[in-house]
């Protein structure tokens, strides 16, 4: 949850149409301002909401590819790609989406660079893969 905290207070985090908060409200579009967004919500309909605040639900498929998506986006712009590799070899304290290894390699070649843990459930993987682009390209 600490992560996700540090990903929605990001600068350059781009909620997406389908992308659901830690409180099940569905991302759906922008305001024109940009600060507020139509926001499903489970068993009340649609509401107009601020964005600011909302954490991401790092569990959701919808929202691990739009994170996945925007990583790839910055790691790209910066000269990298990124890879996530599933772990099948150690299944203790496996979660439900699985283990990833992340490998992030220059375009001519492997960098060294490792500032993330080794062994990560999916969406935990992909935001902090996205803040360290983010933090990178600032």
């Given at each position: 949850?600490?992560?996700?905290?540090?990903?929605?207070?990001?600068?350059?985090?781009?909620?997406?149409?389908?992308?659901?908060?830690?409180?099940?409200?569905?991302?759906?579009?922008?305001?024109?301002?940009?600060?507020?967004?139509?926001?499903?919500?489970?068993?009340?309909?649609?509401?107009?909401?601020r964005v600011?605040?909302?954490?991401?639900?790092?569990?959701?498929?919808?929202?691990?590819?739009?994170?996945?998506?925007?990583?790839?986006?910055?790691?790209?712009?910066?000269?990298?790609?990124?890879?996530?590799?599933?772990?099948?070899?150690?299944?203790?304290?496996?979660?439900?989406?699985?283990?990833?290894?992340?490998?992030?390699?220059?375009?001519?070649?492997?960098?060294?660079?490792?500032?993330?843990?080794?062994?990560?459930?999916?969406?935990?993987?992909?935001?902090?893969?996205?803040?360290?682009?983010l933090e990178?390209?600032?």
């Amino acid at each position: 949850m600490e992560l996700a905290k540090r990903l929605a207070a990001a600068k350059g985090l781009r909620w997406r149409r389908g992308m659901r908060s830690t409180k099940g409200q569905t991302f759906i579009a922008h305001a024109d301002d940009g600060d507020a967004a139509w926001i499903e919500v489970e068993d009340d309909g649609c509401d107009w909401l601020r964005v600011a605040g909302k954490v991401p639900d790092l569990a959701d498929a919808a929202t691990i590819g739009c994170i996945e998506e925007q990583a790839r986006e910055v790691w790209d712009g910066l000269g990298y790609r990124v890879r996530l590799e599933e772990v099948t070899y150690d299944t203790a304290g496996a979660s439900p989406t699985g283990n990833f290894r992340l490998y992030i390699t220059e375009r001519l070649g492997r960098l060294d660079f490792d500032p993330l843990p080794p062994v990560l459930p999916r969406g935990e993987a992909w935001a902090l893969c996205l803040l360290a682009g983010l933090e990178r390209a600032a």
